[in-house]
């Protein structure tokens, strides 16, 4: 009944963060990967799984920052989407340069989320439903941009990407990046402000909190991750396709779900999703080394992906504390 | 200005009138349609828009109910139920309208177990409902591809055949078929216990806990009914095409969360209905209908799609100004 | 000096300001006093600029304020503790008392540790014994209170805005509150302090503004003017301020048992005890946050309890409040928001509610006759409304509470739990609400009341339990007074302990 605090309380917090669940999901897979996998280790293997993984990293980043600010975001799949046909037919039909193909596929992808930003935090209309109808609308211009799946990007920018570089894997050092761009943001006002926004909005307002801008930028956020994991996903495909980037949006929640950020906004952390994206990439690795006869893959992964969100659901449940609705 | 706020007001606020401007716009749709092909808006054609309708209507139905029910309630596994229906009918009746009871039986059964599973993880183990059922459905598809091998076999009966493209009295049964489950839905929502609960519970569960609702059975239950409204549309999708493969289901995802939030439900639970999503059903199966007579391609479709129903919400689920 | 000028609000149809005008002067405390819904709270709230006025404007030192814009509010020294808090509960503490004015270090990073010591420092002020670093969802209510309240203080305002802050404190803390205001009044600062409590009132303040459904009655001078008075501006009308238990006297008639519970024991529960009769008014008193909320949430299965429990017709605990409600025990919660109400649907499917809560799902719900007795339910607890459909999102606080108690009384209970009947309603409903709460126990219902307020439990009670450390310590009967009860509350403090009650409040 009575509040007692104690110092070792710091550590217990630690341990009980939501971010845990989606490292410890990830350390798990990664033991049975081992398992099954014994190349696991071997430095090309690594660097093939990270390639694989980049992309869904960075989507991930991304969506946190819009369900941390209390929203959510359905075209990052779109924008992948976007991103990588742009950039692909570029190259190969227009014979632009890839660096300049990069930035204008990048820039395209911001664009999308700059509509987006606009339309939920100024006009006022639900996240879901906006980005649920631009993923239909960016779907349809990137089918309109490559209709079929093709083109080719330069051969040493793929090549790069699936390369080390000091001895690290090129996709590490891509997460790296993506993670530290994160952290320019979250340690900012900007970066505390979507979480205050996410748990309390009229709160924030009340204590002079941008409200609005914070919004559009939670959202401009989202898409620039989303187009730069387009950008890794076509150096790692090296060609293009109408619909890349379908997965995404949905694997990308169960990515932030997993990582421990509450849906409702307001309290998660990136690196959780970070561990909750690698877990999705591990599951899909362990199913297919352990010999599971390939009709079954899909059910063993789903089963393991599920009983990976219940679990997230009942230690949360348990940790009662944050459950106000019951409160004292 | 006076006007114009008030206007507003009346557009953000009630549901009903959102319904009317559904109601508008299909038909508006439907004229266009009319002005650029007579054929459009014969008799024939919109009977036929009516039936390809049906198909939508009843896989949002279990989807407005989910909704209705509050707790950012949303069901994406419908798709893969409807999937997993159509391959279950279709491979245990194997063409034969003796065996098309049994195979009934067991496809509802499945439905509803599925979507016992979905809410008792959202309730008990709460797993937000949106990537509760998106987990379920890839655990769905697991189960197709697991059952069919990668090749669904059998068909429909020829009694399933006949109620998904026969007609009687020039109506197709699909419309009939409809028209008796919306009937169905309408009364239960708007005189039995079950239904006047669910408005209040999705309004604000934590109440209607501490008012005595028995709030697991009821939450848990409407994901059961989803489940079985999946597995209908499943069979009745089954007559429709005759045969069946795989992830036929996934095409009525997203259409029918839009056809629930064009209709007028709140995605936030608690208000709506389901005439709205009937309408709703109606206004996306015609403007997909006059973007195909349009000739224009699927990517265009898509684009306009997405600009329609941006438009109409921005329309109806304007949030009010802090302020 | 703050002028405010005519300061006009509309919602809708609504019109919940109409033209108020004051003065805030620096170096006095001004009081703002008011009936609930006579605009109080909407005042305040355009003061810190959460509220956009429809007319009217604030001048700040002779200058215009920009309406509407918190930022701007803050940035000309006004700072406002809100009613309802302004905290984000999954933030941390120190980072909530700076939120928004957080200082930045090189290159635009918030600069943590300079947070930390500016809330520490704070914190200490107002003695808080709290880490910087736990999350605000985490702390107990009056805590979450006095944290709104520093979030204010933390800003060294010129205008300082208490809204109700004191109803959640304990006396200590109210102690506390009131040298720190006094110390920024003699500073030069000019506060605004909202209350319903007039001794506090009449301790600390200068002059009282008084309003009444949306307009100004008055503004007077404290030292001249007796509470009589500004209870009557307050009202309007005159008023008997005699408690309600005479009506039915005091003899409790010894009926058969409605509920009776056995050592219930959980984490907050020490092995509680008690027997409510038909016809019999219990109430739960005792100092703040000893366990009286958990002790109803256990007898109706909302947590999770040990222990034994009887009512007519079932024996053993409920598994949950639905369960409970099958054998007529209902229960108020004192979260009317959260847990009371379904806003966005029509008074009449609330109250309707009651009925079928514990009915089959499939069976029908809406019949003719029960439409009549709903009606008749609004008419006799007299409901403000202009329409039985109407969302009662748009009810004043008082209203909603009677709409919670025609649902109860529409399910026909055997035994009704209320927690804080009367939170946050005007003076009049509060005397309508006591009334019914006899004329329910006159019928034959059993109830449990717990509530803050020793005054009210004298008021209607016929016994008293008073609970201390998850246990009921002392059992009042007879006649009841409120300052014996409150004297019970903190002398069960003291005989349990051995200590104060100010030990305990001072460690948390």
């Given at each position: 009944m009575r509040t007692r605090f104690s110092s070792n309380q710091t550590a217990t917090r630690i341990f009980r963060s939501p971010a845990m669940i989606g490292w410890v999901l990830f350390l798990l897979g990664l033991v049975a990967n081992a398992i099954v996998q014994p190349t696991l280790f071997k430095l090309s293997v690594i660097n093939s799984n990270l390639g694989l993984a980049a992309p869904l990293v960075m989507v991930a980043i991304g969506q946190t920052a819009a369900v941390l600010a209390g929203g959510i975001d359905l075209s990052v799949g779109a924008i992948v989407t976007l991103t990588n046909v742009l950039v692909v037919s570029l190259c190969s039909f227009h014979h632009t340069g890839f660096w300049l193909a990069a930035i204008l596929g990048v820039a395209a992808g911001i664009a999308v989320g700059v509509v987006n930003g606009f339309i939920i935090s100024i006009v006022r209309i639900p996240a879901l439903l906006v980005t649920f109808a631009m993923m239909s609308i960016i779907n349809g211009v990137a089918l309109a941009i490559l209709p079929q799946p093709g083109g080719q990007i330069p051969a040493d920018i793929y090549q790069i990407y699936g390369n080390t570089v000091a001895g690290l894997p090129f996709p590490l050092l891509l997460i790296i990046v993506g993670v530290l761009l994160w952290v320019v943001f979250r340690y900012r006002k900007i970066g505390r402000y979507l979480i205050a926004v996410g748990g309390a909005a009229g709160s924030s307002r009340a204590n002079g909190i941008p409200v609005t801008k914070v919004r559009f930028q939670s959202y401009v956020l989202s898409a620039m991750f989303a187009s730069l994991a387009g950008l890794f996903l076509t150096a790692e495909v090296s060609s293009g396709d109408p619909l890349i980037g379908a997965s995404y949006a949905l694997n990308s929640l169960a990515a932030v779900v997993l990582g421990g950020t509450a849906l409702a906004g307001g309290r998660g952390s990136v690196s959780g999703s970070v561990g909750g994206a690698l877990f999705l990439i591990l599951v899909q690795n362990i199913v297919y080394f352990a010999n599971v006869p390939s009709y079954y893959q899909t059910l063993v992964s789903g089963l393991i992906v599920v009983m990976g969100l219940a679990t997230t659901g009942v230690l949360y449940a348990r940790s009662g504390k944050w459950r106000l609705t019951n409160g004292r | 200005m006076a006007f114009t706020e008030r206007v507003k007001q009346r557009l953000g606020q009630s549901s009903r009138n959102s319904l009317g401007i559904a109601v508008g716009v299909a038909v508006l749709l439907t004229a266009v349609g009319g002005a650029f092909n007579r054929g459009f808006v014969s008799p024939s054609n919109l009977l036929n828009l009516l039936a390809i309708s049906s198909l939508l209507g009843l896989a949002a139905a279990g989807q407005t109910l989910v909704v209705l029910s509050g707790g950012e309630g949303i069901d994406l596994s419908i798709g893969a139920v409807i999937s997993l229906s159509a391959v279950l009918t279709s491979q245990i009746s194997n063409g034969q309208n003796g065996l098309l009871l049994p195979a009934v039986v067991v496809t509802l059964v499945v439905g509803v177990l599925l979507g016992l599973v979905n809410g008792l993880g959202i309730y008990l183990a709460q797993v937000p409902p949106l990537i509760m059922t998106l987990g379920m459905s890839s655990v769905i598809e697991g189960i197709v591809l697991v059952y069919t091998q990668g090749q669904p076999k059998g068909q429909a009966p020829p009694f399933l055949a006949a109620l998904g493209t026969g007609q009687v009295l020039g109506i197709p049964w699909l419309i009939i078929v409809w028209a008796m489950f919306t009937l169905i839905i309408w009364y239960v929502l708007k005189y039995l216990v079950y239904g006047r609960l669910l408005f209040l519970v999705g309004d604000n569960r934590s109440a209607g806990r501490m008012s005595g609702v028995p709030v697991a059975k009821l939450v848990v239950g409407t994901y059961a009914l989803s489940g079985f409204f999946s597995a209908c549309t499943g069979i009745l999708f089954l007559g429709y095409t005759n045969t069946t493969y795989l992830n036929i289901g996934d095409v009525y995802i997203l259409p029918s969360v839009a056809a629930v939030v064009v209709g007028g439900t709140a995605l936030s639970g608690g208000r709506g209905g389901y005439i709205g999503t009937v309408v709703g059903a109606i206004l996306l199966t015609v403007l997909d209908s006059l973007l195909t007579t349009l000739h224009m391609g699927e990517a265009t479709r898509g684009i306009i799609n997405g600009v329609v129903l941006l438009v109409l919400l921005s329309i109806y689920t304007r949030q009010p100004k802090d302020a | 000096m703050l002028t405010i000028e005519g300061l006009r609000k509309e919602y809708g149809a609504v019109v919940a300001l109409q033209g108020a005008s004051l003065s805030l002067v620096p170096g006095t405390i001004h009081a703002l006093l008011g009936a609930n819904g006579s605009g109080k709270s909407t005042l305040v709230k355009m003061l810190g600029g959460v509220v956009r006025p429809t007319e009217g404007m604030i001048w700040v030192d002779e200058q215009r304020l920009e309406t509407g814009s918190p930022a701007h509010a803050i940035h000309q020294g006004i700072a406002v503790s809100y009613q309802e808090t302004s905290l984000v509960p999954s933030m941390s503490v120190a980072d909530n008392l700076l939120l928004g004015i957080e200082p930045t270090g090189k290159a635009g990073y918030v600069a943590r540790r300079a947070i930390r010591e500016r809330a520490a420092e704070i914190l200490d002020q107002l003695e808080l014994n709290i880490p910087p670093d736990v999350p605000v969802a985490e702390l107990p209510t009056n805590a979450q209170h006095l944290l709104e309240i520093g979030k204010a203080l933390v800003k060294r305002p010129k205008y300082l805005v208490l809204d109700e802050a004191t109803a959640a404190l304990r006396r200590e803390e109210v102690k506390r509150l009131f040298s720190i205001v006094c110390g920024l009044r003699d500073e030069g600062a000019a506060i605004l302090f909202v209350s319903h409590r007039f001794d506090e009132v009449y301790a600390i303040c200068d002059r009282a503004t008084v309003l009444r459904n949306g307009a100004v009655v008055g503004t007077r001078s404290l030292s001249k003017t007796s509470r009589e008075e500004l209870i009557q501006d307050m009202i309007g009308q005159r008023i008997s301020l005699e408690p309600v238990r005479q009506e039915t006297g005091n003899s409790i008639k010894k009926q058969s048992l409605r509920l009776k519970a056995r050592s219930l024991t959980n984490s907050e529960l020490g092995g509680v005890d008690l027997e409510v009769s038909a016809g019999e008014i219990v109430g739960i008193g005792g100092l703040q946050g000893q366990g009286q909320t958990a002790l109803l949430r256990a007898l109706i299965g909302a947590i999770l309890v040990r222990g034994d429990l009887e009512t007519e017709g079932h024996r053993g605990l409920f598994r949950n409040p639905s369960h409970a409600a099958e054998s007529g025990v209902r229960f108020i919660s004192g979260d009317r928001g959260r847990e009371g109400v379904f806003g966005q649907r029509s008074i009449y499917e609330n109250i309707m509610i009651g009925r079928i809560a514990t009915s089959p799902l499939w069976q029908r719900a809406w019949q003719r006759g029960k439409n009549r007795a709903v009606r008749d339910l609004v008419e006799q607890l007299k409901i403000v409304h202009h329409s039985l459909t109407q969302e009662v999102r748009g009810l004043s606080g008082g209203n909603q509470q009677k709409v919670l108690f025609a649902r109860t009384l529409a399910s026909r209970p055997n035994v009704v739990i209320l927690d804080?009947?009367?939170?946050?309603?005007d003076v009049s409903t509060r005397m309508e609400i006591h009334r019914l709460l006899r004329s329910m126990a006159g019928a034959g219902v059993g109830l449990l009341i717990a509530s803050s307020d020793d005054e009210e439990l004298a008021g209607v009670c016929d016994r008293v339990l008073i609970m201390y450390e998850g246990r009921i310590v002392r059992e009042l009967t007879g006649d009841l007074q409120p300052s014996h009860i409150t004297k019970a509350s903190i002398e069960g403090a003291q005989s349990e302990k051995g200590k104060g009650a100010e030990t305990r409040a001072d460690s948390l």
């Open positions: - | - | 804080d009947p009367t939170k946050g309603v």
